[in-house]
Nanobody, 123 residues
Framework: QVQLVESGGGLVQAGGPLRLSCAAS????????MGWFRQAPGKEREFVSG????????YYVDYVKGRFTISRDNAKNTVYLQMSSLKPEDTAAYYC????????????????WGQGTQVTVSS
């Protein structure tokens, strides 16, 4: 299994940007589809974005489309989530996850998770 560690969370004002990183160790990141999820207090975890193994294709849920950008640097074994125009409703713990499946648009089969990083957006 690849070990995943998120970083970059914090407190930001509404409308501001934030970049999350997910560093992988243990195995080559390019062997995995990667995704970002989030979970707000009292809510279920939800899918935010996915990226294919090479980084050439990405997928976003509607409520972050145009504001968030997922990318990966396989040479650095790192996946990123660049977030802009943040809203208070984006407040959540953000998790990166990996899977061996090829479908980067699907929320299914993610089987390895980081510990999460908290993002708080103030109004």
């Amino acid at each position: 299994q690849v070990q995943l560690v998120e970083s970059g969370g914090g407190l930001v004002q509404a409308g501001g940007p934030l970049r999350l990183s997910c560093a992988a160790s243990g195995r080559t990141l390019s062997n995995y589809v990667m995704g970002w999820f989030r979970q707000a207090p009292g809510k279920e975890r939800e899918f935010v974005s996915g990226i294919n193994r090479s980084g050439s294709s990405t997928y976003y849920v509607d409520y972050v489309k145009g504001r968030f950008t997922i990318s990966r640097d396989n040479a650095k074994n790192t996946v990123y989530l660049q977030m802009s125009s943040l809203k208070p409703e984006d407040t959540a713990a953000y998790y990166c996850a990996s899977k061996s499946d090829y479908n980067y648009k699907s929320t299914r089969l993610y089987d390895n998770w980081g510990q999460g990083t908290q993002v708080t957006v103030s109004s």
